[in-house]
């Protein structure tokens, strides 16, 4: 999709679709829902004058109404969109706004439209908060290019339904600059299409996405975004002593991938290195195919676990956001990936393995194969400099019973980090919820005969015995986890978004590095 951003009236902009935003602008807890247009455009607000005063339409979030011919515009079609209450406005119903005008195209062929930039200052203060013209540009961007996908890639019929020009329809005046916008749609163009390509590396199907093919991949982004990519395999992992990322692979034909990435901030002019800066490591789990090994699946869902490499995906993904904006921090990417198989020669309940770091770990359940990969992924990036670590992974199923599908757990072992981080999910628009990996958990994962063991005593907490396991080889480390198990598969689409895989964590990550930027 070509997307334009254009400085006009829109009531003059001829095109065979303009959306423009409606919120519910109702007070008071039992107040019928009331319509309110985010435009001052008197054209579209007469044109649309009737059917607002009807109450058919309420103005809650995904609800779309449209009407042809609208009198006044040059508009073939009007189409209001929904976005929710005006107490609650945010950019990020903005996003998802400009996702369900585009969708809602998406089917009736329309190869054109436009979306009217919204205008808050269109009702009075007492409605709404303000939205920043900056993120506001960036998040319908944002939203039209992530709504744009559908995953029909292995279909042998697939019917063009793309939208093929969008236009984005702003006013500059008091309240909008005309800069502000230009530098949000530009970057919402970025992190779209990083967020775009982890979805499109999630979506793969174990027999084509391998570790080989993940780390080719990584590769081919790398050399197009000028990131420094070393890809490794078997030998590399005997080498630095990966037992437990070697364990995960050993049953599987496919070799394991160590994928690392580097992005170099340049230095300005007449600057030295700062040997302080921090450094930030970005660890990905890639399992390509998790069966679960010896301690083997259900065979009922078992084909979604396609999708355990959506920690490595998001890591891949920020990376190349990361390489196109330009943070001055250096980010250091490190991917682990291999299939998770049964097999003769697999690794097996009561093994005893050895990290990376040294910590032994007895294997009890083979399925908890992503914190062994992770286990050396995290003591690797360390050892290359890392001062701060974020690890997602697709790690527990416990994790959906613990918070739903909403939001994706966080743990850390640093306050500071955290803060950070949650920060910059504010501008993400991403959902997290932190909970606790304080010490008293450690009882779960104490072995009998090894130093730890990779799963808990009991089924208590799941997520946070994980959590637990990953955090002895963070060590003193700032460290944050993600386990996004829950939220990188929407079994169902939005009005916004298709299903499949959601791309989630990726504006997070990329945010939270940004705000270290020299
Ligand atoms: N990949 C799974 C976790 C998962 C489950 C991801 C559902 C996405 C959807 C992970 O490797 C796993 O199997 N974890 C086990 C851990 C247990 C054995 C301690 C789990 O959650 O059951
Ligand atoms: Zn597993
Ligand atoms: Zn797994």
Redesign the pocket.
């Known amino acids: 999709m070509d997307t334009k951003l254009l400085f006009q009236d829109i009531a003059g902009f001829q095109t065979p679709l303009l959306a423009v935003f409606a919120v519910d602008i109702a007070v008071g807890k039992d107040a019928e829902p009331l319509p309110g247009l985010l435009t001052t455009s008197d054209a579209v607000t007469n044109a649309a004058a009737k059917v607002l005063a009807s109450g058919e339409f309420a103005g809650t979030m995904g609800e779309t109404l449209l009407l042809h011919a609208p009198n006044g515009l040059k508009a073939e079609r009007l189409l209001i969109v929904g976005i929710g209450k005006a107490k609650t406005l945010s950019v990020d119903e903005v996003r998802k706004g400009a996702g369900t005008a585009v969708r809602f195209a998406k089917p009736r062929s329309i190869r054109e439209m436009a979306i009217a930039f919204p205008e808050d200052h269109a009702l009075s203060d007492e409605h709404l908060e303000s939205l920043p013209c900056e993120l506001t540009g960036r998040a319908l961007v944002e939203g039209a290019l992530l709504a744009e996908v559908d995953y029909d890639t292995y279909r042998s019929e697939r019917k063009d339904l793309a939208v093929h020009t969008l236009s984005l329809i702003a006013k500059e005046d008091e309240k909008t600059t005309r800069a502000e916008i230009q530098k949000g749609f530009d970057e919402g163009v970025v992190v779209a299409a990083a967020q775009n390509f982890t979805r499109s590396l999630v979506n793969e199907p174990g027999n084509v996405l391998t570790p080989t093919e993940l780390g080719k991949r990584a590769a081919a982004m790398c050399a197009e975004m000028g990131l420094q990519c070393e890809v490794y395999s078997t030998e590399k992992l005997h080498e630095l002593k990966m037992g437990a990322f070697w364990a995960v692979s050993q049953g599987s034909v496919e070799p394991p991938a160590l994928i690392v990435m580097t992005y170099e901030p340049a230095l300005k002019k007449g600057q030295s290195a700062d040997g302080n800066a921090p450094v930030l490591g970005l660890v990905g789990k890639g ?1 390509t195919f ?1 069966t ?1 090994g010896i ?1 083997i ?1 259900p065979a009922d869902g078992m084909e ?2 396609k ?2 490499m959506a920690g490595a995906g998001a890591m891949i993904g920020a990376m190349r956001a990361i390489a196109e904006l330009k943070p001055r921090v250096k980010v250091i990417g490190v991917v682990c990936s291999a299939e ?1 198989m049964p097999d003769g020669k697999a690794f097996k309940p009561g093994d005893v393995v050895t990290a990376m770091s040294g910590k032994t770990i007895e294997i009890v ?1 083979t ?4 914190r062994l990969v992770l286990a050396d992924g995290l003591h690797y990036a360390k050892t290359l400099g890392c001062t701060h670590l974020i690890d997602a992974a ?5 994790v ?1 019973i613990a918070l739903g599908i909403l939001n994706v757990g966080l743990f850390s072992n640093d306050e500071a980090t955290w803060e950070k981080f949650h920060a910059a999910t504010a501008i993400s628009g991403e959902k997290f919820w932190r909970l606790p990996c304080t010490d008293d958990y450690k009882d779960q994962i104490k072995s009998q005969i090894a130093d730890i063991m990779n ?2 005593k009991t089924r208590h907490g ?1 997520a946070i ?2 959590a637990m396991f990953l955090k002895e080889f963070a060590g003193e480390t700032p460290w944050m986890h993600l386990d996004i ?2 939220c ?1 598969w929407n079994d169902e689409s939005k009005p916004w978004i298709a299903n499949g895989p959601s791309g989630i964590a990726v504006r997070s990550i990329l945010e939270w590095v940004r705000s270290y930027s020299a």
């Open positions: 399992i998790d679960g301690s699946k979604k676990m999708y355990d998770n359940n399925d908890a194969e992503g697709t790690l527990t199923g416990a959906a799963s808990g799941g015995s994980g198990a829950a990188a």
